[in-house]
């Protein structure tokens, strides 16, 4: 009887909602939990994301600092093989 009046007093004030039985109680108690362990799992993903963006963008970084290196190096080659070529070239001259 006391949760036909609780009904009638929900439904005077426009809520529809029927009160929780030990069933229905133990079931939003366990859907609550299962909300909360989703939303920190939702947030550690969120944290592992983040991390793996991060290391992503700075290997990125480095790769890019190293090509930088690597056309130094290669333009670097390129005169030490010019000048190797020109002392030979001398070199080739003064023996003759």
Known sequence: MLQLEEIAARMRQGKLELP???QSRVL???RDELKKRLS???HEIAQHIDRKVDEVLQKQGKTKD???KLEAIQKDNE?????LEAYRS???NLAQ
Request: charged share 45%; no cysteine; proline share 0%.
């Open 28 to 30: 939003k108690e366990e």
């Open 20 to 22: 929780l039985d030990d």
């Open 79 to 83: 005169i030490l093989k010019s000048s």
């Open 66 to 68: 190293l090509e930088v």
């Open 90 to 92: 001398a070199y080739a």
């Open 40 to 42: 920190m799992k939702d």
